[in-house]
T-cell receptor, first 113, second 109 residues
Framework: DVKVTQSSRYLVKRTGEKVFLECVQD?????MFWYRQDPGLGLRLIYF???????EKGDIPEGYSVSREKKERFSLILESASTNQTSMYLC????????????FGDGTRLSIL | SQQGEEDPQALSIQEGENATMNCSYK?????LQWYRQNSGRGLVHLIL???NEREKHSGRLRVTLDTSKKSSSLLITASRAADTASYFC?????????WGAGTKLIIKP
């Protein structure tokens, strides 16, 4: 089974801090994604990556950056955390072939105080 | 951007009844996927239906796709308490998934 592991289930940080969310997948998937999920808004794509060292902006990249130095690891960085970044963050991975599902981690519930 | 819209937003039924959720979308797609999310957890892929398919089954799940109406439905037969979750449709058009806001399903014992 595909396993996508997010480093923290719950995280509390302060406004202005630099925050790192880590995601690791064990199935050699080419694609990795970071979403945020807010009530009533569904999932919104922040950034995605098709390969090592490659990154593409999603729908809401402002205030975030990402890093993919190794194929299995995709990190989301909040450069200077703000209260409006309090949310559930979900990492996913998938194969590049067409018609492939995405596999999700359990999410990180991040609170910015 | 949000493309899929699920209907209803919330659904509460008795255990053993069938549950039907609908999804509408706006643009052409390669496939449509359904996912389940238990409270506070990540999403789990349920079923994928390609744009040239009209119906697909997986256990107690039945998915239909009508590309002329840009809509899909997910039917869960003989519901169980463990089916209580939020259900999301997602459309794939250009190697990315675009998500609806989900249907919250509650199965009453």
């Amino acid at each position: 089974d595909v396993k996508v592991t997010q480093s923290s289930r719950y995280l509390v940080k302060r406004t202005g801090e630099k925050v790192f969310l880590e995601c690791v997948q064990d199935m050699d998937h080419e694609n990795m994604f970071w979403y945020r999920q807010d009530p009533g808004l569904g999932l919104r794509l922040i950034y995605f990556s098709y390969d090592v060292k490659m990154k593409e902006k999603g729908d809401i990249p402002e205030g975030y950056s990402v890093s993919r130095e190794k194929k299995e690891r995709f990190s989301l960085i909040l450069e200077s955390a703000s209260t409006n970044q309090t949310s559930m963050y979900l990492c996913a991975s998938s194969r590049t072939d067409s018609n492939q599902p995405q596999h999700f981690g359990d999410g990180t519930r991040l609170s910015i105080l | 951007s949000q493309q899929g819209e699920e209907d209803p937003q919330a659904l509460s039924i008795q255990e053993g009844e069938n549950a039907t959720m609908n999804c509408s979308y706006k643009t052409s797609i390669n496939n449509l996927q359904w996912y389940r999310q238990n409270s506070g957890r990540g999403l789990v892929h349920l079923i994928l239906i390609r744009s040239n398919e009209r119906e697909k089954h997986s256990g107690r799940l039945r998915v239909t796709l009508d590309t002329s109406k840009k809509s899909s439905s997910l039917l869960i037969t003989a519901s169980r308490a463990a089916d209580t979750a939020s259900y999301f449709c997602a459309t794939e058009g250009n190697y990315q998934l675009i998500w609806g806001a989900g249907t919250k399903l509650i199965i009453k014992p």
